[in-house]
């Protein structure tokens, strides 16, 4: 009997769009449920009761919450082509960057949404240079620790196609944060999402992704 797997999920997450990469690179099929983030279904409420947000993977019946635990989840569950390093020092320093990946989006997040939502220009200006101080330190340990590699993409690619997000928020400003020239290696790593095959599948069509928030964040 094949098993019963259900994303609940917004569209336009990152988080939730991370969880559909994981699922195609193992081949496995799912039902996707789009959830409204400002008026929440009881359905996920039961699911994630603690944080009350998308994603949530249901696997016959039972949720898993928190996107990086989800991908670890579904890596456990099916062996195949495999998303975390076998060796387990490797694995180890997989988790590592990839929460590194996320505290510092969270980093960034703000400071960006103080770049595209202030009606100042000196805010503005700030808050593009406080994203590029958060970006800088993303690039410096991405050419350092060398931690990206391979044909495939893995967990902490995976975690790292938050990236296009910073992307999108440029065409809605109409300014460039990350710039091929200061950040040359986040450039190629957005390059390599571009171009992947699995990731072209789940990534939002470009413009009613930049539509969704012009419209949400504009002043």
Not at 164 to 172: A, R
């Amino acid at each position: 009997m094949a098993a019963e797997v259900k994303l609940f999920g917004k569209w336009t997450s990152p988080f939730s769009r991370r969880i559909e990469v994981a699922l195609k690179l193992k081949g496995v099929e799912y039902e996707y449920i789009e959830e409204d983030v400002f008026n929440k279904s009881p359905t996920l409420l039961n699911y994630n009761p603690v944080h009350k947000k998308i994603p949530v993977l249901v696997h016959n019946g039972k949720p898993i919450a928190e996107s990086q635990v989800i991908m670890e989840y579904i890596d456990e569950t099916w062996k195949h082509n495999p998303i975390l390093p076998i060796d387990p020092f490797e694995k180890a320093m997989a988790r590592f960057w990839a929460k590194f990946i996320d505290d510092k989006f969270w980093a960034i997040w703000p400071a960006v949404k103080k770049a595209m939502t202030s009606g100042g220009e000196k805010e503005r200006e700030e808050g593009i240079e406080e994203a590029q101080l958060h970006l800088d330190t993303l690039e410096t340990q991405l050419k350092e620790k060398k931690f990206f590699g391979g044909e495939r993409l893995g967990f902490v690619e995976i975690s790292a196609s938050l990236i296009i997000w910073i992307v999108v928020s440029q065409e809605v400003m109409g300014v460039e944060i990350l710039t091929q020239e200061k950040f040359p290696a986040l450039h190629e790593l957005t390059q390599k999402f571009v171009h992947d095959d699995v990731f072209k599948q789940c990534v939002p069509p470009w413009e009613p992704l930049v539509s969704y928030y012009k419209a949400l964040w504009e002043p």
